[in-house]
């Protein structure tokens, strides 16, 4: 058993199998969560941290601190090599995966604690009848459970999946490195001005509702207008609605931008442009573009769910969910406070409890506890 003054040694597994990659290092570039996890945990001063992720292929990379496994490995072979490192906590991404998590803690030695990460804020509930059974059976495996937002961990302990004496913990599942620009110069590059600018980034579908936050943006247009807003999504399964909604406002064509998709190294220079982000979910599990938004200084003007609340800290402001009236109002009371102190706020908020280096102190200290407690209940 660890000492306090031991460093912990930590797994972290990722079952998620991706066909379209086909490099490793390929891989390491686009799951920024993966790396970005394991690596704050080494700044935080985890001991030996590794990372076992499925592939097509078996090979092994070390980068800044952190040897990074690639399995082509199933079922209980997978489980095994995982179990071989005898890591004093192992961390699985993700609650969908019951049956190789029941695998795995078969596999682990009785002294590895093990951690399970929701990354999902809609719950169990619509998932397939197998799928719900299985986790039901494995109520007890887990050593604690980690979620962006405590209120997540409801519907997951109402289906069964986690039982009352096992522990939730709250941390954000993500951060970013991305960081900002010189404004004037994020302007001329983005081609977005305004007097706020308003920023938008997120698929266009139903949760993430766009159509509220059209017809709020309309209405605050009578008060502001100057505004403008700047639309980036990927997927968009809305987009005719939204076009349609556009065009039908003279208003709304002249102050409405629909930009489609920026690459990710470009969103720096976009985050950094507006004075304001906008958003209009429903729910989240997190919030990634929000996390950004929040990195590169775009004061947020968003949905009152439990994961912004969280994002925010305080800085821009919350509003009701499918209240277009409320997203007006609250767009116009936040775009006349001063903005620079609004920034500043939120820098020191993001630094505080969202950059990297507080996540891997967060899930550090969260091990600690996990490991803490395994032992004491093998003791007992």
Known sequence: MKTGREALS?????YVFDKELKDPVDLLDRYATLTGWSEALVAAGAGAVTAVQRFHRDARI???G???VFSRARGWRFARETASARADLVHVNGMIFPARTRLLRRALPVSSALAVQNHSGGGPLGRAPLFRLLGRLNRGIAD?????AVEHAAAWRDAGFIAARQPIYQVMES???LAPVARDAARRTTGIHGNPAVLWVGRLNANKDPMTVLAGFEQALHTLPNATLTMIYGSAELLGDVRRCVNASATLRERVRLAGAVRHDEMPAFFSAADLYVGGSHHEGSG?????ACACGAVPVVTDIPTFRLITGGAG???????AGAFARTLIEVARRPLDAERARLSAHFTRELAWPAIGRRALAIYQEVVALRATGLRA
């Open 62 to 64: 070390t980068r800044n």
């Open 317 to 323: 402001a919350l509003w009701p969910p499918g209240d």
């Open 66 to 68: 952190v040897a990074y």
């Open 144 to 148: 604690g459970y980690l979620f962006a």
């Open 10 to 14: 930590v797994v972290q597994v990722n």
């Open 288 to 292: 990634y573009a929000l996390i950004e």
């Open 175 to 177: 951060s970013t490195s």
